[in-house]
């Protein structure tokens, strides 16, 4: 790059139309076509200036459907009734923090005002606890393995990786019916356990199949990062503890967990994150988080409180969003303290 | 300390083979610099002898017990990497004990070592740091350190001043060597540039394309080449190489010429008339200017480099197109253009067979 009087900043193409390759002139060309606009652009208004300029598409975006959704959702938090518009609401202070809050024991749902949202959190809890914890263990164990294939990992890692490229209701439909009173699970097993299982219809069976399909679902995601860590390790260092006599376990806990620990924490964060938000796959799963609320989940409990009952209460649901969010900041920042401390 | 046997060394990566039975002796205590281009193999063969790289056929013995379906850790070596490959989330303590604690060294034990190592490799103010907290060459010492502690038969070195700059390298370079001379210890050390293995090492092992070339003391490489490779690998800048033939023989001398040298006279017992050769005139064996007064050989000279101490000139011997280089103690008047008379040391001509390329003898 080479900087002219004007300031405007020139990239160094030479190298690429001097190769003469098609594919090169081709982006030369189409980089001349938007180069183009910028260049007056930058002109105009400075070189200091256009940083803005390429962040603005996505801030605008961003602020439209993130940034202003989350103050409006903070706001109808505090307000009541069940009008649509903010200006038509009343504003009821925490009237609403209250009531999501107001227990006789925050052990037993039984006694809140508002059981419902307890059972979710109760459930979204220990959803989020065993599938953090499972798809971590999965995700990590698989990676390792993959990692020392000398032939086919790409061809494993696609095969992984595929069912996150579908939709949650895809995976969720087939699963079901894969689960279902006369689906292949039942058919195949039907002679060897006498007789057949409604998984999804029994409280623990239908949990074990929701932690389990979104196991099956994320985990290609995370091995990728994981495996993506683990061949960011240097291979001499383990010639180096090869050298010096260290055990494959001893290797494992004390070379590679410890270097893999960034990429783990940014796995750990991203799945506590998307656990807690639990919501399109289980929802299609279990027909609307049963059997019972057996597996009704906090996004759930928003979802029905604020769109799909006759009574629409925006304020409840917005305050059930904003301690979810809470929390969730709560965990993230934990995590990166954790995460700060463990480099220090 | 250990001896190294090594017996019909070969390496093969399925059909191709990168190692082609190679026989060495290293004696104990010895330190021997493996030296060559980019690919001929050293690194492969230390490799080997590390415990790294599997054999393909032959033998490895360190002292008479053949090794070859031992474990690194168990040949009792230790290794100084290019790379340094120093542990990275370990302080240089860690780095420096974790191979002990593998042994399930006594704690004390261990310490002392550490100890030892870090007052040696002058580390003690930097024990409690990470690696990427030092400098290219306090790693380098790390990597160093970490090798010392395990008291190990045999020092491996994988090129390892590569990634350090020029006068960095050789201030290690002579810390090596003390090292060497303080511990006694065999020290295998890999090397692509030949003036690290004429400073260092006691022998030097010119491999090339997997095989070995020659096997000598430094001065022994330079004064006797056994071939056109050594010859040209050997000594910096590269001997003067010259398409020549043999004009005439007359009692035990041979009369050589060639465009560039003209007609010269060296003893040469058995050689054919006729015979085609390359005549080999190192830089610094030749005599320039008042020196060469009244010598039939020209240098029309094309450059100059002074540098204060001595002077290299870039010319042409007797109107010929080869550039020959020539390297003249102290400074020399000369610029581009002059014509200087210059004639080569006797004793110091290097005759090859043509077509073989095996030294012929020097005179």
């Known amino acids: 790059m080479a900087a002219t009087d004007d300031g405007y900043v020139r990239p160094a193409r030479e190298a690429a139309v001097s190769s003469g390759d098609r594919g090169d002139r081709l982006l030369e060309a189409a980089m001349g076509v938007v180069e183009w606009p910028f260049t007056r652009l930058q002109r105009l208004i400075g070189l200091r200036r256009m940083p803005w300029v390429f962040v603005l598409p996505n801030m605008a975006l961003f602020t439209i459907f993130v940034f202003i959704p989350v103050l409006l959702a903070i706001g109808y938090a505090f307000t009541g009734g069940t009008e649509l518009l903010l200006w038509n609401r009343p504003f009821v202070g925490f009237e609403n923090f209250s009531r999501l809050l107001s227990c006789g024991s925050y052990l037993d749902p039984a006694t809140c005002e508002l059981d419902l949202f307890w059972t979710a959190v109760f459930n979204t809890t220990w959803y989020t606890a065993f599938n953090a914890t499972g798809t971590l263990v999965v995700s990590l164990v698989t990676a390792l393995v993959l990692n020392r294939l000398t032939r086919g990992k790409a061809f494993f890692r696609a095969i992984f990786f595929y069912p996150v490229l579908l939709s949650p209701v895809v995976v969720a439909l087939v699963w079901k019916w894969f689960l279902a009173r006369n689906g292949l699970l039942n058919a195949v097993f039907a002679d060897m356990m006498g007789e057949r299982t409604i998984f999804l219809l029994e409280v623990l069976w239908s949990r074990f199949w929701v932690v389990y399909v979104s196991i099956w679902f994320h985990m290609g995601f995370y091995t990728l990062i994981i495996l993506a860590g683990l061949q960011a390790i240097p291979r001499d260092i383990y010639e180096a503890a090869l050298i010096d006599g260290t055990s494959r376990w001893r290797q494992f806990w004390r070379l590679t967990l410890p270097l893999l620990m960034p990429n783990l924490l940014v796995v750990l964060v991203l799945l506590l994150i998307r656990s807690v938000q639990v919501f399109d796959e289980a929802w299609v799963l279990t027909d609307g988080g049963g059997p019972g609320t057996a597996n009704t989940f906090v996004v759930q409990f928003i979802y029905e409180t604020a769109f799909a009952t006759d009574v629409r209460l925006y304020g409840l649901a917005s305050a059930a969003s904003v301690l979810m969010g809470l929390a969730l900041l709560v965990l993230t920042l934990v995590q990166l303290w954790l995460g700060k401390k463990a480099e220090n | ?363």
């Open chain 2, 1 to 363: 300390m250990a001896s190294i046997r090594m017996d019909g060394l070969t390496k093969a990566y399925g059909n191709l083979e990168v190692i082609h039975g190679i026989d060495l002796d290293i004696e104990e205590g010895e330190f021997v610099a493996l030296v060559g281009p980019s690919g001929c193999g050293k690194s492969t063969m230390l490799r080997m002898i590390a415990g790294l790289e599997s054999i393909s056929r032959g033998e490895i013995a360190f002292d008479g017990e053949v090794v070859n379906e031992m474990t690194p850790s168990e040949r009792g070596i230790s290794m100084v990497f290019q790379s340094y490959a120093l542990y990275p989330h370990l302080t240089v303590r860690k780095n420096l004990s974790f191979g002990l604690e593998n042994l399930r060294m006594k704690r004390a034990e261990i310490d002392a070592r550490v100890a030892e190592a870090a007052r040696m490799l002058e580390l003690d103010a930097y024990l409690d740091r990470k690696p990427k907290a030092l400098s290219g060459g306090q790693r380098q010492r790390v990597a160093i350190g970490r090798a010392i502690v395990r008291h190990p038969k045999v020092f491996l070195f994988d090129e390892p001043l590569s990634n350090l700059d020029a006068k960095l390298r050789v201030q290690t370079r002579g810390e090596i060597t003390r090292l060497h001379r303080q511990l006694g210890t065999t020290m295998i050390y890999v090397t692509h540039d030949q003036v690290e293995a004429m400073t260092m090492a006691g022998k030097i092992v010119v491999l090339n394309g997997g095989k070995v070339e020659q096997v000598g003391r430094p001065l022994d490489l330079f004064e006797r080449p056994a071939n056109l490779f050594v010859a040209g690998f050997i000594g910096s800048p590269r001997m003067n190489l010259y398409d020549g033939q043999i004009v005439g023989t007359e009692g035990g001398a041979a009369r050589v010429a060639s465009p560039e040298t003209g007609e010269l006279t060296v003893p040469l017992g058995h050689a054919a008339s006729g015979r085609a050769v390359k005549i080999g005139l190192r830089p610094s064996h030749f005599a320039v200017g008042a020196e060469a007064e009244g010598s039939p050989l020209m240098l029309d000279v094309d450059q100059v480099e002074s540098l204060g101490h001595e002077t290299y000139l870039h010319g042409r011997l007797n109107g010929a197109e080869t550039t020959t280089i020539v390297h003249v103690q102290n400074h020399l008047d000369a610029a581009p253009g002059d014509r200087l008379p210059v004639r080569p040391r006797a004793g110091h001509v290097h005759l090859f067979d043509a077509a073989s390329g095996q030294s012929l003898g020097r005179a």
